[in-house]
């Protein structure tokens, strides 16, 4: 058979337009160069439906499936949806009634019966008005008022919040079976219904500037135009490929994350059925779930967010995945950066990236990349689509403008509406119940005011500059990175993406404007780097009124859906208006900037110039801002508010609003690590000394069950307290785990304490339970309710056969408080901490971004031509440090969501450490500084095999350059990791990454991702530079007060004690450490001592670290300690406590001098003690007053 005539080129342009940007300067319209399809004649009556439908006929029905499920696999055939189409349809003609021009609410997820139902609709000209399932009542009551539903058709959990006087059919009940069900008793519903083209199809939701949500009236007509649109560009695919020699692509299999009541989503499956192609339906999208998804079922076609491209580039799950079937991503929702898409590309070189815009207004596309070539304009949103004009307008004259001039892009054309206007030439058809508000998008003459700022350039290609109207754009739903439902009944979600949600100011205005409590507000777009935008609402309140930031924001909150949430508040005198009382939004934005910028504002990556963005280091990404920071990127200082930035990147976060707990988040990391992938693959625990050990999915498996006996049997419920008294065993990370994942705060303490300690502790936490150790029982007080941990209570709380129902999934605010934890006490009496679970979350997400930030500098230097370093072995950490520690605790928690074992040892001994090192193959050690003095002079360790270990992780105390040298030259393989936190800021707040940063002896490294700090002159208050000396202040990322646990790393405040929280804190947020600190000029954090151990001599202040440091590099000395000893004279004299290695005659004489010769006269040792052991705390803190009173009592004795 011969193969068919290739079809005619695209005819020449009109007269007078040019034939690349398909501008008339004789009438200033963009005209669209794309061969025009064929439309069926207008006064043809006939449905979208129909029109798809008819596309099909002219070959036999496809063969592959039309609709398959991405959850369950259930496909639904060609010939079964069109049968199941026209069964329903009898059912809702003949039973409902339903006739043409009625509208139909259909509220539900992407399910299979919704495409059934909106193309049963549409087939009997019934009107299609999809809405969003997690709308709020009185959203739907203002839609229903709008449209004007003759009946809605409501997944289950969505019935009951819709208006009483609406027929509510559900979907999947045994009425909606009845409807859909074949009845050969029941007429059919009409073959051809007498259904105008110019008849209402759908009526759709969109935001709008000057009010509330508006109701988009979709034609049958504009529909049939968009599908024509989308064939015509498949047969031009089709032509260049022919011309290219090469197949045509098949036909698509398209994955939808995108809500079905969405245009985008919406127009997708009516372009798919009509093609003859397949739609996987996601009831919500998940990253994971997606790449599966593509894997599954050999997606081709994926629409998506940008930020899904990131994603895909950035995270190790998509490149372990089979995702060689996907051919195309088509790009929606916002423009395509130039520098993410050539990323993408260069992982993914087999995808085309198709870039389209469109309006809910437009029915969808009005412009669009179309083949390969079109495809690598990268930025441009592609040429206009078939029978379609534009104009760029500017604002202020109304003047029409040509190639590369940027104004209002206005757009007419057969898929736009028409407003009041009867006119081939536009899309829509009109806004419903406002034809004010249609007057004013669309003009006399078709021309639809997108309210965008757009240019086209001379090749045809629209470019979107950014918005004119005041839509503020909020998160696309969110960024993706981390699977939800990974671990069931434990992630709820988390990192989602969706169609980017629009917030209409107005709508929260008018809300706002109600609460008898505010006079008048406005509500502006804020610039947020996570989000995009943050609706932030300016509120002048009535005379008399108190009304809070928080109460403004609960209001708003009951209102409206999560993404309208007000998230920032600020109270004004007035709101500036023009005088034809316009508010005047861009003067509230200017004056919020100003109010962020006094409080020391979070990084911005637009303050450092583009040549030295390309030349920063890999540990450097969106830091430094808020004025000029140090250009060469190097310190990170901004001499204009005198605060040090952190220039690592920083990984992504969950959205704050989102409920979840760090237990959720952390397991919800471990679908990118092999632990639940590959069985029996990296246990989760082991017991160092029994060796016993357990895999990641009993581990899981038994928080779970623990979960539901704590949650069933105790009846904890979020917000108790648990105070866990144990050493480090098997059972205790499970259990922390398993109060955490249902809102019950851990509160663990040192099972060493005192019984007046513990008294202390529990006035302070006042827990509903403790769990402890069989030895630690006796000491709690008698009030407190206890569960002996080991016993036959705790084994039956525990038990997978302990009959518990499943804990529920608890809706977990980030702002909890996660734990308790008590500050170790070495400067005062022992104070609870309040860590949320969005402290932890940031410190894990912080932990994953410097290891990424390593291993892609890693991955750099190989490409520069550097010997690429050795894969690294699957992490496996010794824990000597306790659990109850804010290292020990905090390590634990980013060990677990990095899918890294831990083996945990009860109680520190070096001998059993190097054993244990040996023995498991540690590849990571976290210590303190005691431990590496020890390991570098034990000769137990040198007889060890400790050739597994690759990096020591070093914290409580800095680590001296001399003790680091040793330790470097003994295991010259081993890297030093060293790391700067308090208890009060969940961990670290500066850490090194990779070889080079290590190699900087005496510093902890550079601040971590979102930390900002000041050095500050303890004298004077003022913030210093590079190479000062001062105290550290630290803070997080938004300039808000730590009490508010906003986005940061740090903690909520100090329980029961109002009085220390505000010492500690200043009002605008920042932590004051206590310790004497100075950055250099790379950036590099370096810890001098503790402001209160400062040693007083004759004026000077003596460091007692420095000294210790050059103790404990002296061969003779096992260990050393310097206090402060009252001097009449001198005021306080340096004194070393000295523990001398076996078989040292060191004397007091010795140890002076090996100081004198390392320091200035002020700083020398002035009075030696030998002693058996420097007393410590179990994360190897000296004990400095002990030592000071066994002094005093010495002399007291002389």
């Not at 894990?844 to 370093?869: F, V």
Request: with cysteine; charged share 20%; net charge positive.
């Amino acid at each position: 058979m011969a193969d068919p005539a290739p079809p005619p080129p695209p005819p020449p342009p009109p007269a007078g337009i040019d034939a690349r940007s398909g501008f008339c300067a004789a009438t200033r319209i963009f005209h669209s160069t794309r061969a025009p399809g064929d439309l069926p004649p207008e006064s043809l009556p006939m449905t979208a439906a129909a029109y798809a439908f008819s596309l099909l006929s002219s070959s036999t029905l496809p063969g592959r499936p039309a609709l398959v499920d991405a959850a369950t696999g259930i496909a639904v055939s060609y010939p079964s949806f069109l049968a199941a189409v026209r069964s329903l349809a009898g059912g809702l003609w003949c039973s409902l009634g339903l006739r043409p021009g009625d509208v139909a609410l259909v509220v539900a997820p992407s399910r299979l019966e919704v495409p059934v139902l909106d193309f049963a609709l549409m087939s009997i000209g019934a009107v299609v008005s999809p809405a969003n399932p997690a709308s709020t009542p009185e959203e739907y009551a203002h839609q229903v008022a709008l449209s004007r539903p003759v009946v809605a058709f409501a997944a289950p959990e969505v019935a009951a919040k819709l208006p009483g006087h609406v027929r509510c059919v559900v979907i999947g009940s045994d009425e909606y079976g009845r409807l859909a069900a074949p009845d050969g008793r029941r007429a059919a519903a009409p073959a051809a219904v007498a259904v105008k083209q110019s008849d209402t199809a759908a009526v759709l939701y969109s935001s709008g500037t000057t009010g509330r949500v508006k109701a988009v009236a979709i034609t049958h007509r504009n529909l049939i135009a968009l599908m024509s649109l989308h064939a015509d560009n498949r047969e031009k695919v089709a032509r260049e490929a022919a011309e290219a020699g090469e197949e045509p692509p098949p036909p698509a299999v398209t994955l939808l994350p995108i809500p079905l009541f969405h245009v985008f989503g919406f127009m997708m499956v009516l372009r798919s059925v009509s093609m003859g192609e397949t739609s996987v339906l996601m009831e919500r999208f998940d990253f994971i779930a997606a790449l599966r998804a593509i894997e599954r079922y050999r997606v081709t076609l994926l629409p998506a967010a940008p930020p899904v491209l990131v994603a895909m580039v950035k995270y190790e799950e998509a490149r372990r995945r089979d995702l060689s079937s996907l051919l195309v991503i088509g790009i929606g929702g916002a423009p395509l950066g130039r520098e993410v898409a050539e990323q993408f590309a260069s992982v993914f070189p087999n995808v085309e990236l198709v870039q389209g815009y469109g309006l809910t207004e437009s029915s969808g596309a009005v412009a669009a990349t179309v083949g390969p070539e079109e495809s690598k304009a990268y930025g441009s949103v592609g040429k206009l689509g078939s029978h379609l004009q534009a104009k760029i307008v500017d604002p202020s004259t109304g003047e029409a403008l040509g190639p590369g001039q940027r104004g209002e892009l206005w757009v007419r054309g057969p898929i736009v509406m028409k407003g009041k206007f009867s006119c081939e030439r536009s899309l829509i058809s009109r806004y419903v119940g406002d034809d004010e508000a249609t007057a004013a998008t669309v003009d006399s003459e078709g021309w639809l005011k997108t309210g965008d700022l757009c240019y086209f350039n001379e090749d045809g290609f629209l470019y979107i500059v950014d918005r004119l109207k005041e839509l503020i754009k909020y998160k696309g739903y969110q960024v993706t990175a981390i699977a939800a439902q990974l671990v069931q009944n434990y992630i709820h979600a988390s990192h989602l993406v969706k169609v980017v949600s629009q917030v209409p100011p107005a709508e929260l205005e008018h809300i706002l404007q109600s609460h008898p409590g505010i006079a008048d507000a406005a509500v502006i777009p804020y610039p947020d780097e996570e989000a995009g935008e943050l609706p932030m609402a300016f509120i002048v309140r009535q005379p008399g009124s108190n009304i809070t930031k928080e109460q403004v924001m609960d209001y708003v909150a009951k209102q409206v859906a999560p993404y309208k949430k007000v998230r920032r508040v600020a109270f004004v005198t007035a709101i500036p208006k023009s005088p034809a009382g316009k508010i005047l939004r861009r003067e509230l934005v200017q004056q919020a900037l100003s109010m962020v910028s006094k409080r020391s504002p979070p990084p911005q990556r637009a303050h450092i110039p583009m040549a030295e963005q390309r030349r920063r280091p890999p540990y450097a990404s969106s830091g430094a801002g808020g004025g000029s920071v140090d250009r060469r990127s190097r310190s990170g200082f901004c001499a204009a508010t005198r605060t040090f930035h952190s220039l690592r990147s920083a990984g992504p976060l969950p959205p704050e609003e989102l409920p979840l707990t760090v237990a959720a988040y952390a397991f919800s990391l471990l679908s990118s690590a092999p632990p639940l992938v590959v069985a029996g693959r990296g246990p989760a625990l082991v017991d160092a000394a029994t060796g016993i050990a357990v895999s990641y999915p009993a581990f899981v498996a038994g928080v779970r069950s623990l979960a539901g006996g704590l949650w069933c049997s105790l009846g904890l419920r979020p917000g108790d307290v648990a105070l866990v008294v144990s050493p480090s065993r098997l059972d205790v990370p499970v259990l922390h785990f398993a109060l955490m994942s249902i809102g019950v705060v851990v509160s663990p303490a040192n099972p060493a304490s005192t019984a007046d300690e513990y008294a202390h502790q529990v006035r302070l936490s006042r827990p509903a339970v403790a769990f402890v150790a069989p030895e630690v029982a006796a000491r709690l007080p008698r009030h407190v309710s206890r569960v002996v941990i080991g016993s036959e209570v705790f084994d039956r709380l525990a038990s997978a056969g302990g009959g518990w129902a499943a804990s529920p999934a608890v809706a977990v605010k980030q702002s909890s408080t996660a734990a308790l934890l008590y500050s170790s006490g070495t400067t005062g009496r022992v104070k609870a901490v309040a860590i949320t679970h969005r402290n932890l979350i940031a410190q894990i997400s912080a932990y994953n971004a410097i290891r990424e930030a390593a291993a892609r500098e890693a991955a750099s230097d190989a490409g520069k031509g550097k010997p690429p370093p050795p894969s690294p072995p699957a992490a496996v950490t010794l824990f000597p440090l306790p659990l109850f520690h804010v290292m020990g605790f905090g390590l634990l928690t980013r060990t677990i969501s990095s899918g890294e074992t831990a083996v945990v040892m009860r109680r520190f001994d070096l001998a059993a450490a190097a054993r244990a090192v040996e023995r498991y193959r540690v590849t990571k050690l976290s210590a303190a500084p005691p431990l590496v003095v020890a390991l570098a002079k034990s000769d137990e360790a040198r007889r060890r095999d400790l050739s597994s270990l690759v990096a020591i992780v070093v914290g409580g105390a800095p680590l001296g350059r001399e003790v680091s040298q040793r330790f470097a030259a003994v295991f010259p393989s081993v890297q030093i990791v060293q790391s700067y936190g308090l208890t009060e800021s969940t961990g670290p707040v500066a850490t090194m990454a990779g070889p080079e940063e290590s190699a900087a002896y005496g510093s902890v490294g550079r601040l971590a991702p979102r930390v900002q700090a000041k050095i500050v002159d303890t004298a004077t208050g003022e913030a210093l530079g590079p190479g000062r000396r001062g105290e550290l202040w630290i803070r997080g990322p938004v300039g808000l007060c730590f009490t508010l646990s906003y986005m940061g790393m740090f903690f909520l405040g100090y329980v029961g004690d109002p009085e220390a929280t505000a010492a500690t804190i200043t009002p605008d947020g920042w932590l004051k450490t206590g310790d004497l600190c100075y950055f250099n000029e790379d950036g590099y954090l370096y810890i001098v001592d503790r402001l209160k151990e400062l040693i007083k001599y004759k004026g000077y202040q003596v460091p007692p670290a420095e000294l210790e440091h050059i103790l404990q590099s002296r061969p003779e000395i096992a260990d050393a300690a310097v206090v402060p000893y009252p001097d009449e004279e001198a005021g306080q004299l340096p004194m070393a406590f000295v523990v001398r290695q076996p078989g040292a005659n060191l004397t007091e004489q010795q140890v002076m001098n090996c100081v004198a010769k390392h320091v200035a006269p002020y700083k020398k040792v002035r009075r030696v003690a030998f002693v058996n052991a420097i007393p410590k705390s179990p994360a190897g803190k000296i004990l400095r007053r002990e030592l000071v009173q066994q002094a005093m009592a010495s002399s007291s004795r002389l």
